[in-house]
């Protein structure tokens, strides 16, 4: 597509259950990165997916957070046991990187998945 | 790892007037400085980036200095206008292992008011 995409849009869940968070970033776009935005807040980064190699995952919150990105293309953020501080905007973003250094696109970010914990 | 600050948290202008939103950043090997604009209810857009090894860079009504031995870069909108109002986000991407992965600062409410 000629964005990112992301979904669902909203997402209203129970306490305690299971979420998954789907991003389809742009075709040819190597780069991919989850960010997540409290209300007023800032972007928080999560987890970061290049090519082939291992993701960054030094922002996941805990251990009920994980991602995976396959084929190189779609990814999904799944969180377990949600809990109401997980209440957020997730926002999705792909880039291109060429290689080395010299060349750099910005980020393009999804709409985001507006997750609401009750 | 990269941490980046900014200022003002919020800032109010009369329209036509000019507004700056600085930041500074942490690691001296940061090498990319990007700024989002996030209009109400959508997402972060790109409107203009700066490379470290330029030290101004201009669109328009928009401008970008960095100054790399400071650590610091700053936006300038000149000759506001109501459009202009959003949350203005800086970043740094440190390079090196990080390449590619942007560091925000906590954003700028900017309102203009006609």
């Known amino acids: 597509g000629a964005g990112v995409s992301q979904s669902p849009s909203n997402k209203v869940t129970e306490k305690g259950k299971d979420v998954e968070l789907r991003c389809d970033p742009i075709?040819?776009?190597?780069?991919l990165y989850w960010y997540r935005q409290s209300l007023g807040q800032g972007l928080e980064f999560l987890i970061y997916f290049q090519g082939n190699s291992a993701p960054d995952k030094s922002g996941l919150p805990s251990d009920r957070f994980s991602a995976e990105r396959t084929g190189g293309s779609v990814s999904t953020l799944t969180i377990q046991r949600t809990q109401q501080e997980d209440s957020a905007v997730y926002l999705c973003?792909?880039?291109?990187?060429?290689?080395?250094?010299?060349?750099?696109?910005?980020?393009?970010f999804g709409s985001g998945t507006r997750l609401t914990v009750v | 790892g990269e941490n980046v600050e900014q200022h003002p948290s919020t800032l109010s202008v009369q329209e036509g007037d000019s507004a700056v939103i600085k930041c500074t950043y942490s690691?001296?090997?940061?090498?990319?400085f990007p700024w989002y604009k996030q209009e109400l209810g959508k997402r972060p857009q790109l409107i203009i980036d700066?490379?470290?090894?330029?030290g101004e860079k201009k669109d328009q009504r928009i401008a970008v200095t960095l100054n790399k031995t400071a650590k610091h870069f700053s936006l300038h909108i000149t000759e506001t206008q109501p459009e202009d109002s959003a949350v203005y986000f800086c970043a740094a991407d440190a390079g090196g292992t990080s390449y590619g992965k942007l560091t925000f600062g906590q954003g700028t409410i900017l309102t203009v008011h006609p």
């Open positions: 690691d001296s090997a940061s090498n990319y």
């Open positions: 700066i490379r470290s090894n330029v």
């Open positions: 075709s040819g776009h190597t780069a």
């Open positions: 973003a792909s880039s291109s990187r060429a290689g080395g250094r010299g060349r750099r696109d910005g980020y393009t």
